[in-house]
Each structure stands twice: as structure tokens, then as C-alpha cells.
């Protein structure tokens, strides 16, 4: 018994480990889009700044009629709608009988963004690729 032991030891200390590949290097943080998108409305509305935050009355005045202060008509509501907005996710919904791999393919969706539609409206295979695209609810 001591030699079968003895023997796998010494089997155990002459395998080399395997050689690790690496492929690409992943980022260890995620973008700041807030700043981005912040800093692109200062290079184009810097009048808006004061003490470097955005005074929203004074973005009010910058865009004059283009600002929508009506209240939204339907209202889409779920935890985390604030922080997905703030780092630029999107949201799309469908209320059509059926959807074609072509109008959603138009969409270009992206892994971050939420897609809603009819479950009548995708077949399974259209599903399972939305599903791989981006993350899918169906109502």
C-alpha cells in the first residue's frame, strides 16, 4: 500500500500544470456614463452649470419648447428604472399580434436593454434569440 502511494506522489509531482491561455483582457470597471453624457451637455449647454451640477430650471430655459413637461401618459414602472436610465439602458415595448426577426433585428438592441412584448407575438426561436440579445419579458 505505502509503495502505491509513494508512486502516485511522485506520478503527481512530474505533471506540469497546464498552460493557461488568456484571451482578451477584461475591464475591472464599468464605463461611467453619467459623466459622459454630462460632460457632452456641457460642451454643449455650459450656461446650464452652476457649481458644477445641471440647475434643471435653467436647462428648462435652454431648450425653451422642446422641453415635454407633461406628466407621461402610461407609466412604466420597476426598481432600479432610475440607475438604468442614468446608465443609458433602454427600454423598448411591443404590443403587436406578431413580430418579425427583421423589426427586431432593426431595433439593435443591446444586452443591457429590456425588451417587452406579447407573448403571442414571438414564436420560440425568435424568443430564445431575443433572450440571447437582450433580456426579454413577455406579457
Known amino acids: 500500500m505505502a509503495k502505491q502511494q509513494t508512486k502516485g506522489a511522485a506520478m503527481a509531482k512530474h505533471v506540469k500544470p497546464r498552460r493557461k491561455t488568456r484571451g482578451e483582457p477584461v475591464a475591472l470597471s464599468t464605463p461611467d456614463f453619467l459623466a459622459e453624457q454630462k460632460e ?14 445641471i440647475d434643471v430650471d435653467k436647462l428648462r430655459a435652454a431648450l425653451g419648447d422642446a422641453a415635454d413637461e407633461r406628466p407621461e401618459r402610461y407609466s412604466f414602472t420597476w426598481a432600479g428604472k432610475r440607475a438604468a436610465i442614468q446608465e443609458g439602458q433602454s427600454f423598448r415595448v411591443c404590443l403587436d399580434d406578431e413580430l418579425k426577426a427583421a423589426t427586431v433585428k432593426e431595433l439593435n ?7 417587452i412584448c406579447r407573448d403571442v407575438a414571438i414564436d ?16
Open 109 to 115: 438592441l443591446k444586452r443591457s436593454d429590456l425588451f
Open 40 to 53: 457632452q451637455i456641457r460642451q454643449l449647454l455650459p450656461q446650464v452649470f452652476t457649481e458644477g451640477k
Open 124 to 139: 420560440d426561436k425568435l424568443a430564445a434569440n431575443l433572450a440571447l440579445q437582450c433580456r426579454l419579458k413577455s406579457i
